[in-house]
T-cell receptor, first 110, second 112 residues
Framework: GEDVEQSLFLSVREGDSSVINCTYTDSSSTYLYWYKQEPGAGLQLLTYIFSNMDMKQDQRLTVLLNKKDKHLSLRIADTQTGDSAIYFC??????????FGTGTKLQVIP | DAGITQSPRHKVTETGTPVTLRCHQT?????MYWYRQDPGHGLRLIHYSYGVKDTDKGEVSDGYSVSRSKTEDFLLTLESATSSQTSVYFCAINSGSADTQYFGPGTRLTVL
């Protein structure tokens, strides 16, 4: 079945760039997503990328997709303390279902 | 805001009791989902619905049942709650655009 893997934790200093990485197994995924979860809240869709794209930029967020290696990354430029959260990578698995990774906790040090 | 609410937001119950969680949406989306979130496991799909009275199992459906009698409401029932069902439960809808899912605020359930 589909599997999505992420590292558990990332710590960066305020103002630096953060890069969160993800690997997935389903080569037929049509869309790949990044979600953000703040404490006590639900998941918030940050951005998504269509599988035939290599890159997508949205303000401070840059998504890179390496389809050959099944690797997805999220770069946050000029990371702020408000970016501290858990970030989930996810892939569409057909039948309107999505498989989520275990999440990467981003800690931003002032 | 996808107009998704969940109730209750917090619940403490005892082992062996039935529990029903409610998800309500205001935007007439066809697909709805129930997930549980546990440390180290991310989100795992319990059940989902693709229309009124149309439901199917996810990867962790044992001990759970669902019902959808109206488009806007999707109910998750723990038939006889166990401590292993202590978790945070999230409801989601599929927006129909790029299969993007939008989530409710969650229900924290503790089974003693």
């Amino acid at each position: 079945g589909e599997d999505v893997e992420q590292s558990l934790f990332l710590s960066v200093r305020e103002g630096d760039s953060s890069v969160i990485n993800c690997t997935y197994t389903d080569s037929s995924s049509t869309y790949l997503y990044w979600y953000k979860q703040e404490p006590g809240a639900g998941l918030q869709l940050l951005t998504y990328i269509f599988s035939n794209m290599d890159m997508k930029q949205d303000q401070r967020l840059t998504v890179l997709l390496n389809k050959k290696d099944k690797h997805l990354s999220l770069r946050i430029a000029d990371t702020q303390t408000g970016d501290s959260a858990i970030y989930f990578c996810a892939e569409s698995g057909g039948y309107q279902k999505v498989t989520f990774g275990t999440g990467t906790k981003l800690q931003v040090i002032p | 805001d996808a107009g998704i609410t969940q109730s209750p937001r917090h619940k403490v119950t005892e082992t062996g009791t039935p529990v029903t969680l409610r998800c309500h949406q205001t935007e007439n989306h066809r697909y709805m989902y129930w997930y549980r979130q546990d440390p180290g496991h991310g989100l795992r799909l319990i059940h989902y619905s693709y229309g009124v009275k149309d439901t199917d199992k996810g990867e962790v459906s044992d001990g759970y049942s669902v019902s959808r009698s109206k488009t806007e409401d999707f109910l998750l029932t723990l038939e006889s709650a166990t401590s292993s069902q202590t978790s945070v439960y999230f409801c989601a809808i599929n927006s129909g655009s790029a299969d993007t899912q939008y989530f409710g605020p969650g229900t924290r359930l503790t089974v003693l």
